[in-house]
C-alpha cells in the first residue's frame, strides 16, 4: 500500500489539472499560433509560467485505484497488475476472462 501522503498529493493534483485544464490549453493554443504578433504571445508565456506547476497533466501519476501501486497500473482499469489478477480471476471484472487458444 502507497503511502497516504503520496495518494493524497496526487489526488489534489488531478483536481487543480481538472480546475485549470481549459484556461491552460487556451493559453497554449494561443502561444502556438503563429498568426498571433510574437509580442502577444509571449505574454500569454509568462501568463502560463506563472500557473502553478502541478496544474500540468504531466505532473499526476497513475494510481492504482484500490491499492495505490504506482507501478504495473493498467490505465482502462485504474488497476495494478496484481489487483487485476486477482480480481479477474474471482470474476468481479465483467468481460474479462482468460485467454487461451
Known amino acids: 500500500m502507497a503511502r497516504k501522503g503520496l495518494i493524497e498529493s496526487n489526488h489534489r ?5 481538472q ?3 481549459l484556461k491552460r490549453s487556451s493559453l497554449k493554443k494561443i502561444i502556438h499560433d503563429r498568426s498571433i ?5 509571449f505574454n500569454h508565456v509568462l501568463k502560463l ?14 494510481r492504482c485505484a484500490l491499492t495505490g501501486r504506482s ?7 485504474a488497476l495494478s497488475r496484481i ?3 486477482e480480481l479477474a480471476l474471482t470474476g468481479d471484472l465483467p468481460g474479462v476472462r482468460k485467454s487461451s487458444w
Open 13 to 17: 493534483k488531478k483536481k487543480m489539472v
Open 19 to 21: 480546475r485549470d485544464r
Open 37 to 41: 504578433p510574437l509580442e502577444d504571445r
Open 49 to 62: 509560467s506563472k500557473m502553478p506547476r502541478n496544474g500540468s497533466l504531466v505532473r499526476v501519476r497513475g
Open 71 to 77: 507501478r504495473g497500473v493498467y490505465r482502462f482499469f
Open 83 to 85: 489487483k487485476f489478477r
